[in-house]
């Protein structure tokens, strides 16, 4: 499986403990399975305890060793539940409150990774992304200096000769419509996330116009973001607002934009718009045969993730190393 043999060992010399708000689910009980046998990441599964062993019998996952974390009856639950309320107490949240909204593995897994009992979370096998996102926003927050929680999308093509071609997409989940400066703050992130997989990053923020030979509102604003960019990340390769053909082919680089120092090499895409960013992975996915893993989620003080209702087991297993490996 691409690029796992590093974050595996990574992984190994400091291994993470990782919460599943879905712990009954058979998906992430087979990917709980795979991640006990390899002895590099420590899964904790949130529901009940006799649900999940039987689910996991039934299915025929060995889930050994694996932390069952009821919510229900958890012995730290009266300092989780003080905890909430001190962080919610400008919405001025009750105990009652707080014991109501913290009955939600959601909302009890992303308290888990407050209090310090696991490293990670990956979410969402059921629940929506903003059931995942909105807990992180209100417990965990954003870094310093970020004012935006993000997403990008890493797309692998597998080679026979594994000389695998590697690009980082963003923000395709997330923000609907982000302005100059949070393009630039998503930019950034997405850079350093895109390091993570091997990438040497080169950064097109993407338009239907190269340098100027479109115009309009959208267009200005990736231009402007691209300069933003570049000076408030002087070590990156930036340029835009251009055309996608510019961004990946030498040929129409060499004629729309000579002497950029992205076009035509461009492996990290900044898209104007979530309908862009969106459409624009799901393309490369599907009918350029690219493996993709995301979204990965930007910009938090922890390290939680967000998965596909539509997810399979391996992508749970996928995701489940990525997210700690970014912990």
């Known amino acids: 499986m691409f690029g796992f043999g590093s974050m595996i060992q990574k992984l190994k010399k400091d291994p993470k403990t990782i919460v599943f708000t879905e712990g ?22 949130l529901g009940n305890p006799q649900e999940i062993r039987d689910a996991a019998e039934e299915a025929g996952y060995n889930i050994n060793g694996a932390t069952i974390i009821d919510p229900v009856n958890y012995d730290r639950f009266d300092e989780m539940v003080e905890l909430f309320c001190e962080l919610r107490k400008s919405k001025g949240v009750t105990p009652e409150q707080a014991k109501s909204i913290l009955s939600g593995a959601n909302y009890f897994g992303t308290m888990l990774v407050k209090m310090g009992v696991a ?12 059931d995942t996102v909105r807990p992180a926003l209100q417990l965990i927050k954003t870094k310093p200096g970020n004012s935006v929680v ?5 797309l692998v093509r597998p080679s026979a000769t594994g000389d695998n071609e590697v690009i980082a997409m963003a923000d395709c989940a997330i923000n609907i419509n982000p302005t100059e400066d949070e393009l630039v703050e998503i930019a950034g992130e997405t850079a350093e996330c895109a390091k993570v997989f091997g990438i040497d990053p080169k950064v097109a923020f993407l338009s239907y116009s190269t340098f100027g030979s479109g115009k309009g509102e959208d267009v200005d604003k990736m231009r402007n973001a691209a300069n933003k960019a570049r000076e408030k990340y002087p070590e990156l390769p930036i340029d ?18 000579p002497g950029s120092p992205v076009a035509g090499h461009a492996n990290t895409f900044i898209f104007p718009d979530i309908n862009a960013g969106n459409i624009g992975y799901k393309v490369a996915q599907r009918m350029g045969n690219f493996d993709a893993y995301g979204p990965i989620l930007l910009g938090l003080n922890a390290s939680i993730n967000d998965l596909s209702r539509g997810c399979n087991a391996i992508e749970v297993y996928s995701m489940a190393i990525i997210t700690a490996a970014l912990a």
């Open 24 to 45: 009954s689910d058979p998906r992430i009980l087979e990917a709980a399975s795979r991640l006990l046998a390899g002895t590099f990441l420590k899964p904790i599964l």
């Open 240 to 257: 835009g607002e251009m055309q996608f053909d510019a961004a990946v082919s030498p040929r129409v680089a060499k004629t729309k934009c």
């Open 119 to 130: 490293d990670a979370l990956l979410g969402g096998a059921t629940y929506s992304t903003a």
């Open 150 to 154: 993000s997403s990008c999308f890493i």
